[in-house]
């Protein structure tokens, strides 16, 4: 039965993830030939003074790139859930719902770490390439707010589409657009190390919340 | 007389002995102020074949949605297969077959892929079931269902119901979409798998023709809620149409005993449940000027519309 869930999550994101996989390359890559360049025009102690001093990130162009992949995630998974009302030949299906749901954001959700990870490491790759790995580690540690982004965004665009109800759509988009402003705060090294644990915490609770439009979704009244 | 109460008194159950398939008690719904219904009851029993028929914007999906929990009642109950509509069991889902309205599939999967995916969910899954209807189609198995015309999806959809071997179908609409050749085709499928017996079927359709030779029983249900129930065949024996003249004075009316009058077709025509001397009793007391005509033969879709009018 888990075999069979997994087939459809995986008919319904095949294409999503092979694009996907392939902007995530292509970013990485373009990340990679970016710092490379700024090497070849500049001298080393510039781009240090800039990175080190001034505190400029060098890598910021894959920031919204884990809240693009979650959200494209979630409307790839949810979109063809909610066209013409599908929802409910899945409701239908001799499961409980809850798991049901639940074991759709886990295949999202995982797909989203995977990227998540290549993400990650090929950032702390492309950067030890040029810096000490310490700045290779900060990249990472500063990327993770990022990265958080793209649960949140993951999670935000499900609520949206599951949701039934145009109010409660809304407060949900509301919430998390919030959430994802508040990650895209601050723009420095490692200005989330404190909070992030916190904020990580706060954005498990999508994970139960993810039942209520579906619960909704199946009682309206 | 008023109409419901009219129609309150033709209601002639079922066999009371059955154990319901599907019992619904003083069932009240509404959408915002809108009333659906206010007071319905009724009862499917198990091994039954059920038509529920009336005209658009009368509840029928409303109640099949209600049958099957996608909505909560305002009032009363619904229980399928002994279970609340509304907390159905994955074990009670099990044995239900439903057929949402428009054939409602995954589009993004293909002819194998949907039954592969199925397949799991049910343990009395029968395979041949779905592929001896599929094959039909003379489609390669990876075809996609969001490629398919409205009839093929049909095909697919009602082999996946079959395949589940349910012990209960619930049908919303069958029909719609589908050419004559598909329908035939559907329902003799479906006959077919009634055949083996034991099964339940509750079925919504607006080709009220198809019903003829498919169910046991039928439902009329008017708006606001008024609701007829009764076996097919006493409904075929019993409603009668008759033309009729008016020398003088104003038309007759649905009145108890006239069920329905019809003023727009060439010959004028009423309908009732009375025999021919008991309407004629009638009219000479409650409508004089009214000369009764022959019987007319009618087709179960003429019926339909001389219970229910027109518009």
Not at chain 1, 142 to 152: I, N, Q, Y
Not at chain 2, 151 to 156: E, K, P, Y
Request: proline share 5%.
């Amino acid at each position: 039965m888990l075999r069979a869930m997994f087939l459809k999550e995986w008919l319904k994101l095949r294409w999503a993830l092979l694009g996907l996989l392939l902007v995530h390359v292509a970013m990485l890559a373009y990340l990679f030939l970016s710092v490379r360049h700024q090497f070849q025009v500049e001298h080393s102690e510039m781009i240090w003074y800039w990175s080190f001093e001034l505190r400029r990130l060098l890598y910021d162009q894959v920031m919204l790139l884990p809240a693009l992949t979650g959200a494209v995630t979630a409307v790839a998974q949810f979109g063809p859930e909610m066209v013409g009302g599908r929802f409910r030949l899945s409701l239908h299906l001799p499961v409980r719902g809850d798991l049901l749901v639940w074991s759709w954001v886990a295949v999202g959700a995982g797909v989203g770490a995977v990227l998540a990870v290549l993400d990650a490491a090929g950032l702390y790759g492309i950067i030890a390439l040029f810096f000490p790995r310490e700045a290779a580690a900060s990249a990472v540690l500063t990327a993770l707010p990022w990265l958080l982004g793209g649960w949140v965004a993951y999670f935000g665009t499900t609520l949206v589409l599951l949701e039934p109800a145009m109010r409660q759509r809304v407060v949900y988009l509301m919430l998390g657009l919030a959430f994802l402003g508040l990650l895209y705060l601050q723009r420095g090294y490692q200005e989330y190390d404190r909070i992030l644990p916190a904020l990580a915490a706060l954005s498990l609770l999508f994970v139960p919340a993810v039942i209520l439009p579906a619960h909704r979704y199946r009682h309206r009244s | 007389m008023d109409r419901a109460v009219t129609l309150e008194a033709a209601r002639v159950r079922p066999e009371a002995d059955g154990t319901p398939a599907i019992e619904v008690r003083h069932l009240a719904h509404r959408y915002g102020s809108r009333s659906i219904y206010s007071d319905l009851s009724f009862s499917v029993p198990e091994g039954r074949v059920v038509a529920l028929l009336g005209k658009n914007g009368v509840g029928k999906t409303t109640l099949i949605r209600l049958l099957m929990g996608y909505l909560r009642p305002v009032g009363g109950a619904c229980r399928v297969l002994g279970e609340p509509s509304h907390n159905l069991s994955p074990a009670t889902r099990a044995r239900i077959g439903l057929l949402f309205e428009g054939h409602l599939a995954y589009d993004f999967m293909s002819i194998a892929e949907i039954e592969r995916f199925y397949r799991p969910f049910y343990p009395r899954w029968r395979r041949e079931l779905y592929y001896d209807l599929v094959d039909r189609l003379q489609l390669p198995y990876d075809h996609k269902i969001g490629n398919m015309s409205c009839g093929q999806r049909s095909q697919v959809v009602l082999g996946l119901i079959f395949a589940q071997d349910p012990d209960l179908m619930i049908l919303d609409d069958y029909s719609m979409g589908l050419d004559a050749g598909y329908r035939r085709l559907f329902l003799d499928y479906l006959k077919r798998y009634l055949d083996q017996g034991d099964k339940t079927v509750f079925v919504t359709s607006h080709v009220v023709q198809d019903m003829e030779s498919l169910v046991d029983d039928v439902i009329f249900l008017q708006r606001g809620g008024a609701l007829m129930q009764m076996p097919l065949a006493e409904f075929r024996a019993r409603f009668r149409s008759f033309g009729f003249r008016s020398e003088g004075g104003e038309p007759p009316r649905p009145d108890g005993v006239i069920e329905g009058v019809d003023l727009h077709g060439r010959e004028h025509l009423l309908y009732s449940f009375a025999t021919p001397e008991r309407l004629a009793e009638h009219l000479a007391r409650a409508w004089p000027g009214v000369r009764l005509g022959e019987e007319r033969p009618m087709t179960l879709e003429d019926a339909f519309i001389g219970l229910t009018g027109k518009y």
